[in-house]
C-alpha cells in the first residue's frame, strides 16, 4: 500500500506548478532572450531609412561593441559635404531610435564615403570616421533629441587618407558654417580633429 500511496502522490504533482527554482530559471531564460534581442542589430532595416546608407556592418570585439554605418557623402562644394554627412547620420540615428533600431550597450560610427576620381576612372573612397560614444547613443536611445551641431562637436573623428582631413579643414574655415553668423559653428569639432591648425590659408 505505501509503494502504490507514492506512486499516487507522485503523479497527482505532474499537473502543479514547477518549483520556485523551475520557475527562476525559466524568469532568467526569459530575460536572456530580452536581452539578445535588445542587442540584436538589423542591418537590413537600417539600410531602409535613408537613400544614403550604402553599408552596415559590426564590431562585436570592439569596447564597446560598435555598429557601422557607412553613407554616401556630397555637396556642392568641398565645405558642404561634412555638414551634409553630419545631418543625415544624425537623420539615420533619430530614425534608429524612433524604429527600436539601436542596440543595447554600442557605440555607433558612421563613415563618409565619397566619389572621387582617379585617372579616367571614379573610385569610392571611405574618408573619414565619426565615432559617437555609447552614452550620447544611449540618451538618442532613450528619446533625446540633439542637433547636428551637437552631433558632431560630441563625436570623436578620424581620418583615412588625406581626403578626410581636406574635407574637414574646407569645412572648419567655411564663415558660412562657422563665421559670427554661421549656420553650423562647430568649434569644439573642429578643434578636435584639427587641433591649433590655422585654417585662414585652406
Not at 505532474?14 to 536581452?35: F, I, L, M, N, R
Not at 537590413?44 to 557601422?68: C, E, G, I, N, S
Request: glycine share 8%.
Amino acid at each position: 500500500m505505501k509503494e502504490i500511496f507514492l506512486i499516487v502522490a507522485l503523479v497527482g504533482l505532474a499537473g502543479c506548478s514547477p518549483p520556485p527554482a523551475a520557475q527562476d530559471s525559466e524568469v532568467a531564460a526569459s530575460e536572456a532572450d530580452d536581452t539578445s534581442r535588445e542587442n540584436s542589430i538589423d542591418p537590413a532595416a537600417v539600410m531602409k531609412l535613408h537613400p544614403k546608407v550604402v553599408a552596415v556592418d559590426t564590431q562585436p570585439f570592439a569596447t564597446p561593441p560598435r555598429l557601422v554605418i557607412t553613407l554616401k557623402g556630397d555637396g556642392w562644394g568641398e565645405s558642404d559635404i561634412l555638414p551634409g554627412f553630419a545631418r543625415d547620420a544624425n537623420y539615420v540615428l533619430k530614425k534608429m531610435a524612433k524604429k527600436k533600431l539601436i542596440p543595447a550597450d554600442h557605440g555607433i560610427t558612421f563613415i563618409l564615403r565619397i566619389e572621387a576620381k582617379s585617372g579616367d576612372k571614379m573610385l569610392d573612397l571611405n574618408v573619414l570616421h565619426l565615432s559617437v560614444d555609447q552614452p550620447v547613443v544611449e540618451s538618442i536611445a532613450d528619446g533625446a533629441s540633439i542637433s547636428a551641431q551637437v552631433f558632431l562637436n560630441t563625436s570623436d573623428v578620424s581620418f583615412n587618407g588625406r581626403m578626410g582631413r581636406v574635407i574637414t579643414q574646407r569645412f572648419c574655415a567655411d564663415d558660412k558654417y562657422q563665421g559670427a553668423g554661421g549656420v553650423l559653428r562647430t568649434a569644439e569639432f573642429c578643434a578636435k580633429a584639427l587641433g591649433d591648425q590655422d585654417l585662414s590659408s585652406t
